[in-house]
């Protein structure tokens, strides 16, 4: 589990917190959404997360470790992987193979383990083809697979994706994100999805709303979509689908496709 206890998070030079009074349980195999506005402290919350930025006050637990106990870090970095928005600022090797290859290497794991866990990873982002391809030539979207293999590969506990398939058209995000599900499926893995796209984060099993460093709101996206008068104090809207739907409901015309998942959200 990942305990975040009266977190407080000031960036150096500020006065207004970033994070204020951020308690927060995530649970092994959980898929939690994290929305809100921009600058509502979200990627501020993802970093606290493995440790990359540590509370001014209260801590953070990454199954029972303290982010904050340098000992431990390299243990919670391996648990909490992170993908983040710019995929070229987490590739680093000449090949993917070798990109995915590297954080392995550091980790100091015998050749063979290194290429069973490769070869396992760039499978399960579909890039098992472009093994020996060097990064740069990579679309867009592969590139955020790549990210993404590396980080799997170090078998993380826990994946953090903030705002990691924000680039991509919706397509590929649709992909990406499937893949990630099935990976929570098989592996068991716990999904922390940090994004402003509403149509992502009603797909989880509890979302939570940002708004001005603190939690405005959390629960069931079930729940929230009854309740738009919360969306609108947090400056988000319904997602497009459900507002669509319910405009469409109004003009009396009933849907053809999927009535049941629509009508239920809605
Ligand atoms: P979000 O991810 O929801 O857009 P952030 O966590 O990036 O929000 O930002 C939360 C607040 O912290 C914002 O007010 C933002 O301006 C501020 N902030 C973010 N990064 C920095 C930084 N490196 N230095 C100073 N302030 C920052």
Redesign the pocket.
């Known amino acids: 589990m990942i305990a975040i206890q009266g977190a407080t998070y000031i960036?150096?030079?500020?006065t207004?917190p970033?994070?204020e009074k951020i308690d927060l349980a995530i649970e092994p195999g959980e898929f939690l959404a994290i929305t809100?506005?921009?600058?509502?402290?979200?990627?501020?919350?993802?970093?606290l997360l493995n440790g990359l930025l540590r509370p001014r006050q209260g801590r953070v637990l990454v199954d029972g470790m303290d982010t904050g106990d340098d000992t431990a870090l390299i243990t919670i970095r391996r648990r909490v992987g992170m993908v983040f928005q710019d995929p070229d600022n987490q590739l680093v090797a000449a090949t993917v193979a070798e990109d995915v290859a590297f954080g392995l290497e550091n980790l100091g794991l015998p050749p063979a383990e290194i290429e069973k866990r490769v070869d396992l990873a760039l499978r399960s982002v579909g890039l098992e083809d472009l093994a020996a391809r060097p990064p740069h030539l990579l679309s867009g979207g592969q590139k955020q697979r790549l990210a993404l293999a590396g980080v799997l590969a170090m078998e993380p506990r826990y994946l953090v994706l903030?705002?990691a398939t924000a680039m991509l058209d919706p397509v590929a995000r649709e992909e990406i994100l499937e893949q990630v599900l099935r990976l929570r499926q098989e592996q068991g893995i716990a999904i922390i999805l940090?994004t402003?796209l509403m149509e992502e984060a009603v797909r989880a099993d509890r979302m939570l709303i940002?708004k001005s460093?603190r939690i405005f709101w959390q629960g069931s996206p079930r729940e929230l979509s009854y309740q738009e008068r919360i969306l609108a104090a947090a400056g988000l809207r319904l997602p497009a689908v459900i507002a669509l739907a319910k405009s469409l409901r109004q003009g009396g015309i009933k849907l053809a496709t999927n009535p049941v998942c629509v009508e239920e959200l809605a």
């Open positions: 960036y150096p030079g500020s207004v970033a994070l809100g506005p921009n600058g509502s402290g979200k990627s501020t919350l993802a970093r903030d705002e940090i402003h940002m460093g």
